[in-house]
Nanobody, 125 residues
Framework: QVQLVESGGGLVQAGGSLRLSCAAS????????MGWFRQAPGKEREFVAA????????YYADSVKGRFTISRDNAKNTVYLQMNSLKPEDTAVYYC??????????????????WGQGTQVTVSS
């Protein structure tokens, strides 16, 4: 079982930046892919970014491409989401997820088998 703990959320003005962290732990942490998703009130959970844990390939939603960067530190078992040029529409609870073995596309929440508790990001206009 993999445990994921997010941190780094908060309140920021439009145009500002935040960096989210997701620390992974477990008896033996090994993951095929890590992802970030977000969910705004009244909306479905949506894909934000993902990274292949070993190869480092990255994937982004069109809405965040060029503004957000996903990265990982293998030694610390931690994945990051650097968010720049934030917009009010980025306001949501952000979740970290692990796909510990290949089970389909990075895009769908159902393909991830471990989730963090979420961290709130609020962008004021």
């Amino acid at each position: 079982q993999v445990q994921l703990v997010e941190s780094g959320g908060g309140l920021v003005q439009a145009g500002g930046s935040l960096r989210l962290s997701c620390a992974a732990s477990g008896r033996t942490f090994s993951s095929y892919r890590m992802g970030w998703f977000r969910q705004a009130p009244g909306k479905e959970r949506e894909f934000v970014a993902a990274i292949r844990w070993n190869a480092g390939n990255t994937y982004y939603a069109d809405s965040v491409k060029g503004r957000f960067t996903i990265s990982r530190d293998n030694a610390k078992n931690t994945v990051y989401l650097q968010m720049n040029s934030l917009k009010p529409e980025d306001t949501a609870v952000y979740y970290c997820a692990a796909q510990t073995y290949y089970s389909g596309s990075y895009y769908y929440p159902a393909n991830y088998n471990s989730w963090g508790q979420g961290t709130q990001v609020t962008v004021s206009s």
